[in-house]
């Protein structure tokens, strides 16, 4: 479904990522991991299109995706939920919603139908499907940072991605706020059909839904595959070592 | 949401009375005062656009009346120049604003906030600069006087009621912009353009779009300042008259839909009775401006939603 292929991103003379290779399955959870700085987020960044690459392919569905417009991708099916809660502060948790439902149905340029008639039952069905419909009128800038999370996730799936791509979902979770996490991406994954890409610090977690592992160095795949051929992969135990694997 | 709220009940009732009390205007109040209403009306309309792209897209458009001038120009000229029909100039004008405000947007929205302001208003007065010394044309300082106008609108009644019903007319336009999927999406450009992209908003082109919908609303305010004052001068297009109109958006409360007209209505009130006395009215606007960014920093209307408990307190208030 996803192929990246030698991906390389230059901030100057910085690499933030110098050979990125990776391979998603349709249906499939993917996990990227590797320590702080391994290029993680650029690369994820670079898939969705708000980086250009500087060099590589990134094939989506048999298509050359690489140096679109961010719009464009998202359009073609992928979407990404961020690390940072980053959503429509102002707007109430609903409307965050229905924006993504109304840019997947393009009707962006829409000046005479009223925004309350539109999209209203795919929005809801998104809130009730990730726990957020008691709080659809909340205006999103009150909500914890758990809730914030799990906005940021439904917001992602508003626009109905074939592959949804997420940036430490769980990042400031707490425990059990981790776990209520997890059990909802595997249930939004079975429900909705979902290809999943995230990155993650918590191996735990990691190892409990990821299917398949690649893992990132100083920007670049040193190795990818199922979660125990990467736990015996020499290179990996290098790389962490002094973290647990 | 819209249901039975009894403070949205009341406020729509009192919304009505002055409706109403401004249809009969004319019949008890002095010829001034229905003059004075008729400006409001003017400079409310002209604030409420730029509103438009300024409160409810998050750009700072900071020459706004750049459109209100271009489209009184447009009217001015349209009548005096041709012998089609005047209706035909006010039709005009606000398509001429829209128009120029495409071009402008065009150039400056691929710039992002105050590098968008900074060129939008060298723009702008790049605009006024050929309007002011294009004698041939435009009249240059002189401007155009003594606007024949149809018969229908050339009495002060006339004009004022012309005025209120093609007022009333765009400010239920824009209300319904700010709540279609259009300017849903285009409030969620305001709150966060990068998040925007990632769902697939092409966050220039919804831009784009906002601005050229506040240059023709700016438009139609040109023309009904032809229409109340028979008369355009480049100070229609002078930046610090810009500047005023963003001071009456903030001081109503640029996150409610009707804050910029409540702005309007206070500063030309106030420059017209505090001028009476003396003509350091600017001196007590200064003040009272300072006192409100203090104190109620969402505005005048934003004020008073906010102790209504009718808003969400920092919702963009698609229902005031």
């Known amino acids: ?245 | 949401m819209e249901f039975t709220d009894p403070a949205k009940r009341k406020a729509q009732v009192a919304g009505l009375a002055l409706m109403a009390a401004m249809f009969f205007l004319p019949a008890f109040a002095p010829r001034f005062y229905v003059y004075l209403a008729a400006l409001i009306l003017v400079r409310g309309l002209l604030a409420t656009s730029l509103n438009l792209v300024l409160g409810y897209g998050g750009m700072y458009q900071f020459h706004h009346t750049v459109f209100y001038g271009v489209g009184a120009y447009a009217a001015a000229l349209m009548i005096t120049k041709t012998v089609l029909s005047p209706w035909l100039g006010f039709l005009a004008g606000p398509l001429v604003a829209a128009a120029l405000s495409l071009v402008m947007g065009l150039i400056c929205v691929r710039l992002s906030k105050l590098y968008f302001g900074m060129l939008q208003i060298s723009l702008g007065s790049l605009v006024w600069a050929i309007v002011f010394r294009w004698y041939s044309f435009t009249g240059g300082d002189d401007g155009i006087h003594n606007i024949p106008l149809p018969a229908a609108i050339s009495s002060i009644n006339g004009s004022y009621y012309f005025t209120l019903v093609v007022s009333l007319l765009s400010l239920a336009a824009m209300y319904l912009i700010v709540n279609s999927a259009f300017g849903r999406v285009f409030q969620a450009v305001r709150d966060n353009q990068e998040r925007c992209e990632t769902i697939g908003v092409p966050v220039k082109r919804q831009q784009l779009m906002g601005l050229v919908l506040a240059g023709f609303f700016g438009g139609v305010s040109g023309v009904l300042f032809v229409a109340v004052e028979g008369t355009v001068f480049p100070d229609l297009m002078f930046w610090t008259l810009s500047l005023e109109v963003i001071i009456m958006c903030l001081l109503g409360g640029w996150f409610t839909f009707l804050g910029p007209m409540l702005g309007a209505a206070i500063i030309v009130i106030l420059r017209t009775v505090v001028g009476i006395y003396t003509e350091y009215w600017t001196f007590f606007l200064g003040v009272i401006l300072m006192l409100i960014i203090f104190f109620l920093p969402e505005g005048v209307l934003g004020y008073f939603l906010e102790r209504l408990g009718r808003t969400r307190p920092t919702s963009a208030v698609s229902e005031s």
Request: glycine share 8%; net charge neutral.
């Open chain 1, 1 to 245: 479904m996803l192929k990246v292929e030698g991906l390389q991103k230059a901030f100057g003379s910085f690499m933030a990522v110098s050979d990125a290779n990776l391979e998603v399955r349709q249906g499939e959870i993917v996990a990227v991991i590797g320590p702080n700085g391994a290029g993680k987020t650029t690369l994820f960044r670079l898939i969705t299109g708000q980086h250009k690459p500087s060099r590589g392919r990134i094939v989506f569905e048999g298509r050359d995706i690489a140096g679109l417009p961010a719009h464009r991708i998202a359009q073609a099916g992928i979407s990404l939920s961020y690390q940072v809660v980053s959503v429509f502060s102002r707007l109430t948790v609903f409307d965050n919603v229905q924006v993504a439902v109304l840019a997947h149905q393009r009707r962006l340029l829409d000046i005479l139908t009223p925004a309350r008639r539109l999209a209203v039952k795919e929005t809801w069905e998104v809130l009730e499907s990730v726990g957020l419909a008691d709080k659809a009128r909340r205006t999103s800038g009150t909500l914890s940072h758990g809730d914030g999370k799990v906005l940021e996730m439904a917001i992602a799936l508003g626009n109905r991605p074939r592959l949804l791509i997420m940036d430490e979902p769980t990042a400031g979770m707490s425990p059990e706020e981790t776990a209520g996490t997890i059990e909802l991406i595997k249930r939004l994954r079975s429900e909705r059909d979902l290809t999943i890409l995230f990155c993650e610090h918590d191996m735990e977690m990691v190892f409990s839904i990821a299917g398949r592992i690649m893992v990132m160095q100083y920007g670049r795949t040193i190795a990818q595959g199922t979660c125990d051929e990467v736990k015996c992969d020499l290179h990996v135990q290098e790389a962490y070592l002094g973290i647990s694997v």
